[in-house]
């Protein structure tokens, strides 16, 4: 045993020998070499622990409620992170042409027109019985032609004459397709007016009403759309068209016996 223990001692004292007999310069780069790959190793562990820690945290994200997306059936933990970082920075403003909360408050729009019906208010027409007539007709626009007289149109009181021709000028619109097929097509873009005429008065009536008797002086009156920012509530009910009868449609005729005859 003794003579175990010696060699032992006479060995590691040759391999300290050995060892300590190596120049200094091959000893600093084994130094360095052993540093640089301990630091490399730590480095790819590192990496790599950083990786698996951002694709769980990407995976945490996407699997919450609020970031679900069906769509998105495709492009990895990596491509559904980003869209979800995407979707929270537009949702706090940012992106979308900055938006945000304020995007979502939509401008209110101008409430929308009651589509007129003709049979109505040609009804509504016929009532006002004491109201002056006034002859409404179209003009192309851009156009060297004359006016066009489509009908007549009636206001109560006779206090709205140019909302009663702007409110009902899709129905005279549509008339003026039917008597002049050929002058005004549907594409055509045309304006609206009234003739004002001169009268004069001639005399009275038992109920003291002065009878008025129109002259062939007069000019057309354009109207238009923006006279109906102050049109009063429910104007179409006192106001009405009646255009000039068209026997190929049957539109405004008047029938007597199945006879078309003058109203």
Sequence with gaps: QR?????????HNIVRKETSSLPLPLLSSLLIITMLVSFRSLTLSGVLLLSIGTRIEGF?????????????????????SSSSSSLSMMAGGFGGGGGGMGAS????????????KPKAQWDRYAALKKESIVRVGVKIVGSDDDW??????KSKGNANTDIAVARQRA???????R????????????????????VAATS????????????????WIVVEKSVLTDA???????????????????FYCHYSEGRLVAE
Excluded: C
């Design 171 to 177: 129905i005279i619109a549509d008339h003026a397709r």
């Design 105 to 116: 408050s939509k401008k209110k729009k101008a409430k929308k027109e009651t589509k007129l």
């Design 232 to 250: 009063p509530k429910g104007i179409e009910k006192e106001i009405g068209f009646e255009g000039r009868p068209d026997p190929a449609t049957g």
């Design 60 to 80: 945490s994200s996407i699997i919450t409620p609020s970031s679900f997306s069906p769509t998105s059936s495709s492009g990895g933990l990596s491509t559904l």
């Design 204 to 219: 009275e009536d038992s109920d003291g009403d002065a009878d008025k008797e129109s002259t062939d002086n007069g000019e």
């Design 148 to 153: 066009l007289d489509v009908g007549r149109i």
């Design 179 to 198: 008597l002049f097929p050929l002058q005004v097509s549907p594409k055509d873009m045309v304006q609206w007016g009234y003739w004002k005429e001169e």
């Design 3 to 11: 003579q175990r223990i010696t060699s032992t001692v006479y060995h």
